[in-house]
């Protein structure tokens, strides 16, 4: 998969099917069967989305407050989209997660009549299995985005030092512990 799909590039486990031991022909059977399913035949619907979205949402409740790591709510994100209002331009997220903030601005484009043509995604992700859900999260929607070469803290590796965005969502991670301590203090 990640041969052909770039985004998917280092964020997919290795040999995740042949350490689980999975029969050759149930695992050929498994990928026709999710090949077979019309992801992007009704774009109202975005049913592989919609799914990836449920099951992150309800990882990230049984992690309690460390969930909020990687997943702000629905209503959190959608608040923020209507109020900045994204609708051409360069988006980033200096902590991304899992990167839903990226897809609710596209689909506030889309439910405003733009196209997410105009959209430019950019983002950082310091936790190297939340950067990887925010580049599947990405994928299985058919959204591009530049999330840095590498999983990286936003203040100590900027990966995108000269970046003039238009907007900046984010909401700050006040889940972690002393997250403004001592290493920003006269930094």
């Known amino acids: ?25 149930k695992l050929s059977a498994l990928i026709d069967a999710i090949n077979n399913i019309d992801t992007v035949g009704d ?25 909020g790591e990687f997943y702000t709510p629905k209503c959190v994100v959608n608040l923020i989209a209507e109020m900045i209002e994204p609708y051409k331009g360069k988006i980033y997220d200096p902590c991304c997660g899992s990167g839903g903030m990226f897809v609710q601005s596209i689909k506030f484009v889309e439910s405003h ?8 995604v950019y983002g950082q992700e310091f936790t190297a299995t939340t950067y990887k859900l925010a580049k599947m999260n990405l994928a299985v929607r058919g959204l591009s985005a530049n999330l840095g070469e590498v999983p990286a803290d936003t203040f100590f590796k900027d990966q995108h030092p000269d970046l ?3 907007y900046i969502m984010a909401n700050p991670p006040f889940n972690l512990k002393d ?8 930094s």
């Open 43 to 67: 774009k109202e619907e975005d049913t592989v989305g919609r799914v990836y979205e449920y099951f992150l949402g309800k990882f990230a409740a049984s992690e309690g407050k460390l969930g």
């Open 1 to 25: 998969m990640e041969a052909s799909n770039a985004s998917l590039k280092g964020a997919l486990p290795d040999n995740y099917f042949s350490r689980l031991g999975l029969d050759g022909s």
């Open 113 to 120: 009549h733009g196209s997410k043509k105009d959209i430019s």
């Open 179 to 186: 997250w403004r301590g001592p290493r920003r203090v006269g």
């Open 164 to 166: 003039k965005a238009d």
